[in-house]
């Protein structure tokens, strides 16, 4: 049986300041979500692979601990939690960001890539979230905020590896979130589209070896207009994070947030085509029960 790793103030009224848990704090969305989540007030927790590479993105601030986390790994979620319980005595808010981005065409993506994108994007979340529920059970509230994207609402071509990830994650986290609110606990699922992190950057994205003649041409015109796209794109990550702190501050915050002008565009798409879709055939797909007669 696992240890259950128990906020020292269940009632939570431990500073006045709501305790921010941020994973992937070291670069991007991560970085910016830690800064105006300090800027606002709170404490924050910013974890990543490498500590000092996170205390020098976020810098010093006197109610900012930086941890050491690979959330593929659940022993080092464990102890990320713990000591976020040891310095501030619970958890407010759990930011589920860590991710990578694994890109090419499905016959090209090797298999162990493929696990890799799952591992680190779907089951690094659902590590981290293991390890935090206890204490926020206890507290009877909390707040679990995942990162998603508009990859987890309509998929494509180049996506087949991330998509899967976030696909997971929507539905793990929406399927979480009823069995977690008796207790408090409420959920958002944040659905960003192209925002300027540096999830195409190289230290972020990897693409598959060109290796069957069939792809290639698609393949080169792909990544190039990918890579053309790295610090272009439109969205404002700070202007994010400051929405997110809005969000948390809500009574009742939304299931779903479409983060970005564009996201906003995938949801109403994705709308209407899922109902052509089932207006297709309705009248087939509506008898395909048993005949009582």
Known sequence: MTEQILPTNPNNSRTGKKVWFITGAGRGLGTDIAKAALAA??????????????????????????????????TDAAAAIQAAVDRFGGIDVLVNNAGNFYAGFFEEISPQDFRTQIETTMFGSMNVTRAALPV?????????????STAGI???????????????????????????????????????????TELLTPESTSYANSTIEDY??????TVKAWKGMDGQQGGDPAKLA????????????????AAGADAVGTFETRAKLLQEQADAHRELSSNLAFSDS
């Open 242 to 257: 400051d929405a997110l702190i809005q969000l948390a501050e809500l009574a009742e915050p939304p299931l779903r947030f």
């Open 216 to 221: 290639a041409e698609r393949t080169e015109q």
């Open 136 to 148: 926020l059970r206890a507290q009877r509230s909390g707040l679990l905020v995942t990162v998603s």
């Open 41 to 74: 007030g709170h404490a924050v927790v910013a974890t990543g692979r490498n500590p000092e590479k996170v205390a020098q993105a976020v810098g010093d601030h006197e109610d900012l601990l930086t941890v050491q986390l690979d959330v593929t790994n659940p």
């Open 154 to 196: 309509a998929g494509g071509e180049f996506l087949t590896a991330y998509a899967a990830s976030k696909f997971g994650v929507e539905g793990w986290a929406e399927s979480l979130a009823p069995e977690i609110a008796p207790f408090g606990i409420r959920s958002i699922i944040v659905e960003p589209g192209f925002f300027r």
